[in-house]
C-alpha cells in the first residue's frame, strides 16, 4: 500500500508543477483567473517546500544504491534543507507567502541533492564526501 501512496504521491508533485507551469504560461499571454491566482501561489510554494523536505530527507531512507552517499549531504546539506523547509512552512503558513527566489533557491538544492545521489563518484577521488 505505501509503495503505490509513494508512487502517486510523487505523480501528484509532478502533475501540480506541469499545471502551475501550464498555468504561469498561459497567463502571461491571457487574463489570469483569480480565483486560481488567489491559491497558486500559496500552493505552488507548499508543494515545493514539501517536495524539497522529502527529496532531503530520502538520504536518510534505507535503499540499495549503486553509488555512495555523500558525507556532505548527509551530515550538513541534508539537516540544513530540512530544518530551513520546515521554518519556511512555518513562515509561509503565517504570512501566506513566500518570496519566489527563496522557493527557487529551495528547489535547486533539492534537485542538486537527487542529481548528487545519481551521479557515479570514484571514491579514491572524493574519498572524504563519500560514506563507506
Known sequence: MVPILWWLFIQGLGYCGALFIAYSVISMFARPYPPFEKVAEFFSTFLTLIGVLVTAASIY???????????SSQRVVAPF??????????????????????????????????????????????GALVSK
Open 61 to 71: 531512507a534505507h535503499q540499495e544504491s549503486t553509488y555512495p552517499l555523500w558525507r
Open 81 to 126: 534543507v530540512i530544518i530551513g523547509c520546515v521554518v519556511a512552512c512555518i513562515y509561509l503558513a503565517k504570512r501566506g507567502s513566500l518570496p519566489p527566489v527563496l522557493v527557487n533557491g529551495f528547489a535547486l538544492l533539492g534537485i542538486s541533492g537527487a542529481l548528487q545521489r545519481i551521479t557515479p563518484v570514484d571514491p579514491s577521488v572524493l
